[in-house]
């Protein structure tokens, strides 16, 4: 080889080696650029553990790397993992990134600018976080970008007009956040743009009519906003367009002529809830894809034009405007609905359609759940083929002009949840065959003209929340089976009407039921104690009546009570002096024929909402009521009997010196040897006996807010800087109480979780009257206990499954850290229940009252049975697993088992020891036998209803399958808790799975559609 030759080997091996070091170079900025991400970012499940030296980075979880480019990171796939915490900027380094999927998680701050350097980006998600701040306005720079995905964050600020240089920008989701401003002129210049979704926002001003220019657009979402003025006619020629969502705005207008020849491609159009005009052009009937078609609540007018080619309708929303004329024809339309084989929804009410509610309603789909005519100035009768709507959930058709008899088939409609025929003019009686509609939930036949008896076989109905049969002919008792559905828990209204008897002491059944309205009848008799039990009644009206006797003295016990009529009856006695303790806005008590003294405190100072008169016996009270001053029956004693009491009274007062001269010094030998909470934090506060004395206004009862085994909760407001706290102050005559105190002092020192309640302070010293006081002092948590809102006593509050279902994460975080990752030994809770989880401000559980619980060592974290322990378990009945009975052992397996019973509770409404569990059946067998065929009639009525309404107005076509899709989650939920409360130990979940298995639910539940 020639001096030329090796001259040009020695340049290779050197050109080699630069280009070894520089590969090598950038490869550690990747490298770095990730550690620089994990270190912002908090990771529960532990899914970036693998993100260390022992691996390359491109064998790290979630990181795909390209192979073109020796080894740089293109893919980042970390979604759906619990991540929390921030995105660093250092995300700009990886310079070759093409994809970015962070959503489903609980990421905060920013959205870093520094995203704008990755020129190569063409995928960017980070929907479904709590993202804040602007949009970065430097994305312009990621020109290759083609989905920009940001939905459900908490983004700011204005729609940058530099994303508008995105020529290459298929895919742009900003809806669910908080942006403002208005949608940026040049937004025409998107050309490749498909779907636009920017719904749920704050922005405001017309649509531009660049936006017509979008010729490849399919979903153009932007409802929920504060949009004004027309929709440009450019924009209905975009003939690619499918889904069409503008409702719940200010946009007014008529629809364009050839609305179905220049969408013919159109699936899903909503418009509801604007100030359109016009009719319904008839060229919608080109329109032959057309899935649902929701325009409710405008002015729309005129007649409906022929449906009869749209086979594929689902759900037809005309509600609240002013369709039809009252004409006999106005119902025409309903004939040509027959063709859609799967239509679900037809919502007509509040408009002003006439004619004769047509018998071929009976041929509509046998999918159609909800059929709603409410208010309008239909006629006729309701057809007994109604029978053959056999998925009919829904049937609404009050304030109409029907009549004739309640067909019996209504009977056969076994999926009916809601019937309300109110407000016509139906004679005839009640038919039996309701009895059989085991799914209903509200039923209100009030204002018809019906005769007879109310049928006992309505007693059947254990689903019901609303029960209304007012201002109808109906004669007889009231059968006592009515006052055995429990549920009975928003209103039941019997009154006008013509029933006599007695209130049947089964009205104690109705513990939830909110107002209960008997009066204009002929009822008799005293007026039952067992009224005393309906302790979450807001209402009570039975005036009108031929009531008797006095005011029992039980009803003190409805400290919710706000309206409370007694009015022309034949009631006597005093008026009960625990009135004033109740917080009414209305009192009517009149023409009766109490006697006595009226009182001054309470609603009794209010002359204008309370009402007393036509009761002749009645004295003094304030001057606005008129009534003449009570005579004092006080009578002189005699000056023997007045020394003989001084006398009396001086031993006493003796006796009582020495004897609480005695207290105090056993008092104070026995402190000297009491257990005290030695709290080695330095950040609680010090507050004494007085202290919390003045700040629960001497342990009122009206701040008692809870009571358990070993002691009270009161809440409590510090005078010093005014903050509420709750104050569990500990009963030391029970037996254990101090040992539950220095347990729970035990491990509040000691434990620090967000999920588990924050002690703030400790108490142990005496009361004023020298016994031994202890107390623990937690932040107060403003929503109550998951028992509150499970079984609600005094107000109807209600959790969605999403709050459900974060609580029951919440829990299982708490039992996770006290299990598996408390420093010092495992801690078992013993007593895990609702009323032991607590909700914050924000609606996040807090594990509370640990006094049983139990330090176990390392072997003896899940022992079984015929391991015996001495320690002693103590736990609440229905909630402790059946080994705790046996041999009294404490395992982490088993707060499992009370995990379980909770989250069978939180989504059944049913509480382990209900009645209807006996003779072997349990709550987690009754579940279990449900699954998953019948899992609907399980489900807590609460929750069904509440789940039920997105159902009638939703934002984009794939939300058609949400309940479908719920029912399939409810499944996987109730799987979960039955595994957790199985008998054996062994076969029960650890908490690791239970959290990731209930995490991965949720997010599946949250992932948005459209």
Not at 582 to 590: G, K
Request: aromatic share 8%; proline share 4%.
């Amino acid at each position: 080889m020639g001096i030329f030759g090796r001259s040009l080997v020695v340049i290779i091996i050197h050109l080699f080696s630069i280009f070894t070091l520089l590969h090598a170079a950038t490869n550690e900025t990747d490298r770095l650029a990730l550690l620089e991400f994990k270190a912002k970012i908090t990771d529960p499940l532990g899914v970036m553990t693998s993100w260390n030296s022992s691996h390359h980075f491109c064998q790290w979880y979630g990181v795909v790397c390209g192979r073109r480019h020796h080894q740089r990171v293109t893919v980042l796939y970390l979604y759906s993992l619990q991540l929390s915490g921030s995105i660093s900027p250092h995300i700009g380094n990886l310079s070759f990134l093409r994809e970015l999927y962070l959503y489903n998680n609980s990421l905060s701050y920013e959205i870093p600018p520094q995203i704008g350097l990755l020129s190569r980006l063409q995928v960017l998600y980070l929907y479904n976080n709590s993202l804040s701040g602007e949009i970065p306005s430097n994305l312009s720079a990621c020109s290759y970008l083609t989905d920009l995905h940001l939905y459900h964050n908490k983004l700011t600020g204005e729609i940058p007009r530099e994303l508008t240089f995105l020529t290459t920008l298929k895919l742009l989701y900003l809806g669910r956040n908080q942006l403002t401003g208005t949608i940026p002129l040049s937004i025409g210049n998107l050309s490749s743009l498909e779907i636009l979704h920017l719904s749920q926002n704050n922005l405001h001003g017309v649509i531009p009519e660049s936006m017509g220019q979008l010729k490849n657009l399919t979903l153009f979402g932007l409802g929920a906003n504060q949009f004004s003025g027309i929709i440009h006619s450019s924009i209905f020629n975009l003939s690619l367009i499918q889904d069409l969502e503008v409702s719940n705005n200010y946009l007014e207008g008529s629809l364009p002529v050839s609305l179905g020849a220049s969408l013919p491609n159109l699936r899903f159009f909503s418009i509801f809830r604007n100030r359109f005009t016009g009719s319904i052009p008839s060229s919608l009937s080109n329109a032959s894809d057309l899935e649902t078609f929701q325009i409710g609540n405008n002015n729309f007018t005129g007649i409906i034009p022929s449906f009869e080619k749209m086979k594929n309708l689902t759900n037809l929303l005309l509600d609240n405007n002013h369709f039809g004329n009252g004409d006999e024809d106005d119902l025409k339309f309903l004939y040509g609905l027959t063709n859609a084989s799967a239509l679900s929804v037809i919502n007509l009410s509040s408009n002003k359609f006439g004619g004769k509610l047509p018998e071929q309603i009976a041929n509509l789909s046998k999918q159609l759940e909800i059929f709603s005519i409410t208010d309008n100035q239909i006629h006729g009768t309701i057809t007994t083929g109604i029978e053959f709507l056999v998925n009919l959930n829904t049937f609404y058709a009050s304030e109409n002009n029907l009549s004739g008899t309640i067909p019996f088939s209504i009977g056969k409609l076994r999926n009916l949840a809601k019937l309300s025929l109110s407000g016509n003019g139906f004679v005839g009686s009640i038919p039996s065959s309701l009895g059989n509609l085991t799914q209903l939930i509200e039923i209100s036949l009030s204002d018809n003209q019906l005769q007879g008896y109310i049928p006992p076989s309505l007693g059947n109905c254990k689903r019901l929340l609303e029960l209304n049969f007012s201002n109808n002919n109906l004669t007889g008792f009231i059968p006592i089976q009515i006052f055995e559905i429990s549920s009975l828990s928003k209103i039941l209204d019997l009154s006008t009407n013509r029933l006599h008897g007695s209130i049947p002491n089964q009205v104690g059944n109705l513990k939830q039921l909110g107002a209960l309205y008997l009066d204009n009848n002929m009822l008799s008799g005293n007026i039952t104690g067992a009224l005393g039990s309906c302790v979450s009644l807001e209402t009570l009206s039975i005036s009108r009546n031929f009531f008797q006797g006095s005011i029992p003295y039980s009803i003190n016990t409805l400290k919710g009570l706000q309206l409370l009529n007694l009015s022309y009856n034949n009631i006597s006695g005093k008026i009960p002096s625990f009135l004033t303790n109740f917080n009414l806005l209305e009192l009517d008590i009149s023409y009766n024929d109490f006697e006595g003294m009226v009182p001054v405190e309470g609603i009794f100072k209010n002359a204008a909402a309370t009402s007393i008169v036509g009761n002749k016996r009645l004295c003094g009270g304030i001057s606005e009521f008129g009534l003449p001053t009570c005579k004092s029956d006080h009578k002189p004693k005699s000056k023997q009997r007045r020394n003989v009491v001084f006398i009396v009274l001086v031993l006493i007062g003796l006796l009582a010196l020495i004897l609480g001269c005695l207290i105090l010094w056993f008092a104070r030998k026995s402190r000297q040897n009491s257990a005290s909470c030695d709290f080695e934090n330095t950040n609680l506060l010090r507050l004494s006996y007085q202290d919390l004395l003045k700040a629960t206004n001497d342990f009122s009862s009206n701040n008692l807010i809870g009571a358990g085994g070993f002691g009270s909760v009161y809440k409590g407001i510090l005078e010093q800087d005014g903050l509420v706290i709750a104050v569990k102050v500990f009963n030391l005559t029970r037996r254990g109480a101090s040992k539950s105190f220095l347990a729970e002092c035990e491990v509040l020192r000691n434990v620090r979780h967000k999920n588990l309640v924050k002690v703030l302070s400790a108490c142990s010293s005496v009361d004023n009257d020298g016994n031994n006081f202890k107390a623990l002092v937690y932040e107060f948590m403003d929503n109550g206990s998951v028992d509150d809102w499970l079984h609600p006593t005094h107000h109807s509050r209600n959790l969605n499954i999403v709050q459900r279902l974060n609580i029951a994460i919440d829990v299982g975080c708490a039992l996770e850290y006290l299990h598996c990752h408390f420093e010092k030994l495992p801690i078992v809770h013993c007593d895990l229940k609702p009323s032991n989880v607590l909700l914050d401000k924000e609606m996040t559980a807090h594990l509370s009252d640990f006094g049983l619980v139990k330090f176990l060592h390392k072997k003896m974290i899940h022992s079984i049975p015929n391991e015996s322990s001495s320690l002693a378990v103590v736990g609440t009945i229905g909630y402790c697993p059946p080994e705790y009975g046996m041999a009294n052992v404490a395992s982490t397996s088993g707060d499992i088992f009370s995990f379980g019973i909770l989250l069978l509770e939180m989504f059944t409404g049913k509480r382990p020891d209900d009645h209807m569990f006996k003779e072997g059946l349990s709550l987690h067998n009754f579940v279990k036998r449900a699954l998953p065929e019948q899992v609907i009639e399980i489900i807590d009525p609460a929750l069904l209803e509440m789940e039920e309404e997105p159902l009638i107005h939703f934002y984009y076509s794939t939300n058609m399958m949400r309940k479908n899709r719920l029912i399939e989650f409810l499944i996987s939920i109730l799987d979960i808790g039955i595994l957790c409360s199985s008998e054996a130990p062994h076969e029960r979940l650890n908490i690791n799975d239970v959290v990731t298995r209930l995490s991965s639910i949720k997010n599946k539940l949250q992932v948005p559609t459209g």
